[in-house]
């Protein structure tokens, strides 16, 4: 008897003592967090913020809390790879992120040799998804199906136009203009210039004046707001009139800020705006109650971790693998940006892009609103 009751102690104790060493479920957020594209780590860093505070007061996932750390991959796959390798250091089991194709790419490597699921609010480059791999998933959709939305955009109304496609060299920024102009050529339509710039890169006078020499009258850009805001601001000093139409790259107010008035009129997609999903609208007054707009893919950061806590309560458990399982095997799950199966892929199964163009909004300042 003294036996059991000395064991029981022991166990008892061995539990209280080993608590916080299982208590917390490790949840990484890779992103961009300083450095140009920072505005997107925000997003990504705040959704995931909420979403991990929302879960924890609702008991968790699977009886453990949700710890947010965060890594820094400034949308350099070199240190994507290095924030990879600490997270799995670190014991995380989950990834929300990359915000970049061109990291997300290596990083997600990384993470299935060490057991980890990455879910990618923002990666839209297919081959994300097309390795074949057990831990790669996306909450947004794919760089082939907003190239033809976009393609089919500029056949329909671009059908006279003189089209410039530039892209940004990135797996993002040339794989989404490559789907564009694939999607136009098959309707028809053939650039009068095919042109790579160097991300990073401040002076497009070059560019611009190659353009206007062609008589472009609509140029496509595939890459982020920095750069496509530093074109249209130098398109409109150099007297190119062109209408310049972009992907989800660029769903940033920043964009204004960078561009200034040549933001006018600028098209652009992306899916509908998710801050009027109804679901959304409890965390959509979260955010905006502590002084941050939900814009862009704050809220496809929320749905990830939504995502990776249903489908582990689905499975029964926080094991990686038998998430991943269940992510394919036991949707669809609802989440603030609606509703989100996966396929074998890990691509969610409803992909959707529609038209936006950036104009002053009811308060007088420069947005996006999507065309009617």
Known sequence: MKKSLLSAVALTAMVAFSGTAWADLLVGVGGPMTGPNAAFGAQLQKGAEQAAADINAAGGINGEQVKIVLGDDVSDAKQGVSV????????VKFVVGHFNSGV???ASEVYA?????EVTPAATNPVFTERGM?????????????????GKYIADNFKDGKVAVVHDKTPYGQGLADETKKAMNGLGITEVMYEGITAGDKDYS????????AGVTLVYFGGLHTEAGLIMRQMADGGLKAVLMSGDGITSNELASIAGDA???TLMTFPPDPRLNPNAAEAVKKFRDAGFEPEAYTLYSYAALQVIAEAAKKAGSNDAEAVAAALKEKGPYTTVIGEL?????????RPDYVMYTWQKGADGKYTYLQNK
């Open 341 to 349: 199966g996966f396929d074998a892929k890990g691509d969610i199964t």
């Open 84 to 91: 990879a390798n600490k997270f799995a250091a670190d014991g």
């Open 113 to 117: 040799e060490n057991g980890i699921l």
């Open 104 to 106: 997300s790419i290596p």
């Open 263 to 265: 933001v006018n009129g």
């Open 134 to 150: 057990w831990n790669t998933f996306r909450v947004c959709g794919r760089d082939d199906q907003q190239g033809a939305v976009a």
């Open 206 to 213: 070059a560019l611009i004046s190659k353009m206007k020499e």
